[in-house]
């Protein structure tokens, strides 16, 4: 399901809409997901560099909701929707009911590490750290709802 109502007023990007899509939680949606975002960013007018990053950021998030927050029976889904910032940045919330986890409360990768010596685990959450500008988490309702902001590179129009 996705309900579309994402637009541009201007040429800075001003809008007050979102863009909303509800995935399954399987790895044969990834497509979808990067269908989305990627038209997201299209809408925004964010530059390639900008678009790359979320895209990854957000496949990461849902393939980590995929790989470890539904028993392994339990099939989940994933609402995941894209509002306009008010400084140039889209915000995408990602809402799921699966196993609490607090992504912000996770310990820092120490990337300095060889990767023989460094423990398993934590660079995903280390890449989406350093890719958003922002990044906050609450437990609400029994559902994670994590929040992650990027400003927009706009890309030069006429």
């Known amino acids: 399901m996705i309900k579309k ?52 950021v957000l496949e990461e998030v849902f393939v980590n909701i995929i790989n470890y927050a539904y028993p ?26 699966g196993m609490a986890f607090a992504p912000t409360q996770v310990a ?6 060889d990767a023989a010596s460094r423990p398993v685990g934590g660079l995903g959450i280390h890449i989406v750290r350093h890719m958003v500008d922002e990044l906050r988490y609450r437990r609400e309702q029994g559902r994670n709802v994590l929040t992650l902001k990027k400003k927009i590179n706009k890309i030069k129009t006429r």
Not at 10 to 21: D, H, L, Q, S
Not at 82 to 96: H, L, P, R
Not at 108 to 113: N, R
Request: hydrophobic share 40%.
């Open 5 to 56: 109502s994402l637009t541009l007023h201007n040429e800075k990007v001003m809008c007050t809409a979102r863009k909303t899509i509800v995935l399954p939680c399987e790895l044969s949606q990834l497509d979808r997901l990067r269908q989305f975002v990627t038209e997201v960013c299209g809408t925004l007018h964010a530059d390639a560099h900008v678009a790359a990053q979320l895209n990854l």
């Open 108 to 113: 820092e990768a120490d990337v300095t590490l």
């Open 72 to 97: 392994q029976a339990e099939v989940g889904s994933t609402e995941l929707t894209a509002t306009c910032g008010s400084d140039d940045s889209v915000v995408f919330t990602v809402v799921d009911t």
